[in-house]
C-alpha cells in the first residue's frame, strides 16, 4: 500500500466538476433520518403518480372514472406536499439550508414549478373553476413536470454515486490511500 499527499488544486487545463456532497455533507446526509424518509417516500410517490396516470388517461380516453381520477390526482398531490416538507427538511439537515442549496438549485426551482401546477389543479377542482378536461389537463401538465424533477433527481443520484466510486480514499491527515 503506497500512501501519498492530494494536492490542492487541479491539474492544469483539466476541469475537475465540483463535488455534490462535500465529506461533511455526506456524513450528514448519510446520518439523518430524512434521508431513509425520502428514500420511502419517492417510490411511494412514483407508484401514486403511475396509478394516478393510468386513471386518468383512463378517463379522457372513455369518460369514465372521473371521481377515481380526482381522488388519486388529489393524493399524488398530498404525497408530493409531504415528500417536498421532508425533502426540505432533508436538505436542512444536509446543507443548512431548507431549499435552494446550490447542490439542488435546479432540482428545487422545478419542484415549485411541479407544486405550483398541483396546486393550481386543487384550486380549480375544489373551486369548481373549470370542468373536468381542464382539470385533467392541468394534472397532466403536472405530472409532466413531476417526470422531468424526477429525472433531474435520478441523474443527481447517479452523479452523487458516480462521485463517491471516483473519489479516492484519504487518511483523516488528507493523505490518498494507494493500493
Not at 96 to 108: K, S, T
Not at 137 to 145: E, K, P, R, S, V
Request: hydrophobic share 50%.
Amino acid at each position: 500500500m503506497t500512501i501519498r499527499k492530494m494536492s490542492g488544486g487541479a491539474q492544469q487545463g483539466r476541469k475537475v466538476a465540483k463535488p455534490l456532497y462535500t465529506p461533511e455533507e455526506r456524513r450528514r446526509r448519510d446520518s439523518t433520518g430524512w434521508t431513509l424518509v425520502q428514500g420511502i417516500l419517492a417510490p411511494v410517490q412514483f407508484l401514486v403518480f403511475l396509478v394516478s396516470l393510468a386513471l386518468v388517461l383512463r378517463y379522457l380516453l372513455t369518460g369514465a372514472g372521473y371521481e377515481a381520477a380526482t381522488l388519486s390526482i388529489i393524493l399524488k398531490t398530498l404525497v408530493l406536499y409531504l415528500i417536498m416538507v421532508t425533502g426540505s427538511l432533508w436538505e436542512h439537515a444536509v446543507f443548512g439550508r431548507y431549499l435552494l442549496a446550490p447542490a439542488f438549485y435546479w432540482e428545487d426551482m422545478v419542484s415549485f414549478v411541479v407544486i405550483a401546477l398541483h396546486t393550481a389543479y386543487l384550486v380549480v377542482v375544489l373551486g369548481n373553476l373549470a370542468g373536468p378536461q381542464v382539470q385533467m389537463g392541468i394534472a397532466l401538465a403536472a405530472y409532466a413536470t413531476y417526470v422531468v424533477n424526477a429525472a433531474q433527481f435520478l441523474l443527481k443520484l447517479r452523479a452523487a454515486r458516480l462521485q463517491a466510486e471516483s473519489e479516492p480514499e484519504l487518511t483523516s491527515e488528507g493523505f490518498e490511500v494507494m493500493s
